[in-house]
Structures are given as structure tokens and as C-alpha cells.
Nanobody, 124 residues
Framework: QVQLLESGGGLVQAGDSLRISCAASGMPFAKYTMAWFRQIPGKEREFLAGISWGDGSSYVSDSVKGRFTISRDNPKNTVYLQMNSLKPEDTAIYYC?????????????????WGQGTQVTVSS
């Protein structure tokens, strides 16, 4: 079955950079659009970035544009989220998601598969 496994989260200081990864298995990764979301307890899951399988195009939410970058390595079945200039308000659980489509969707309900999440904590 499809599995998504995030890794790379942790505790960092404000201003630091961090790259988190999501390794996929059980699916033709190169045919899936991948996305990153985050969630703070008590709040809705927030879309951060998505990357298409079709033409490799990506979209980053305005809320993190200029600081976060999404990329994918199809031979490694892995999608990455590079996060720079981290702020305490970036503290959240970060999830990757997948959907068998060439389009990038920003709603969590549009994604079929989810990882278990990785905690990112940014101290001030």
C-alpha cells in the first residue's frame, strides 16, 4: 500500500534553515503530485507548497513564499521542503501528501494519501 514517511524535523532556532523529506513507497511516485501542509493544534491544516509530476511545476503559498522551496527527486521517490529563515510561528507538525494527478491542489481534502507528520519547533 501507499506509504509516505516524513523525516528531518526537529528543534531549531529562529533564523535557521531546515530541510524535511518525505519518502514514498507503494505508488508510482513519478505520477503523483506531492504537497506539504502544516498544522498547529486547534487549527486547520495549512497548504504550504505543491509540486506536479507533469512538468515539475511548483507552487508555494504566499504565506511562506521566499522562505520555503519544494523539490522532488523521482528516482529516490522523495519530496523535500527546504525551509529558510525559520520563525517561531513556523512551529507545527509538517505533513506531506500525495494525489494521482498532474495538478496542484491547495485543499487538504483533495489529497488521497498522507504521512504521519514530522514536528518542527522553532525557538526564539
Amino acid at each position: 500500500q501507499v506509504q509516505l514517511l516524513e523525516s528531518g524535523g526537529g528543534l531549531v532556532q529562529a533564523g535557521d534553515s531546515l530541510r524535511i523529506s518525505c519518502a514514498a513507497s507503494g505508488m508510482p511516485f513519478a505520477k503523483y503530485t506531492m504537497a506539504w501542509f502544516r498544522q498547529i493544534p486547534g487549527k486547520e491544516r495549512e497548504f504550504l507548497a505543491g509540486i506536479s509530476w507533469g512538468d515539475g511545476s511548483s507552487y508555494v503559498s504566499d504565506s511562506v513564499k521566499g522562505r520555503f522551496t519544494i523539490s522532488r527527486d523521482n528516482p529516490k521517490n522523495t519530496v523535500y521542503l527546504q525551509m529558510n529563515s525559520l520563525k517561531p510561528e513556523d512551529t507545527a507538525i509538517y505533513y506531506c501528501a500525495a494525489r494521482s494527478t498532474s495538478l496542484i491542489y491547495a485543499r487538504s481534502s483533495d489529497y488521497n494519501y498522507w504521512g504521519q507528520g514530522t514536528q518542527v519547533t522553532v525557538s526564539s
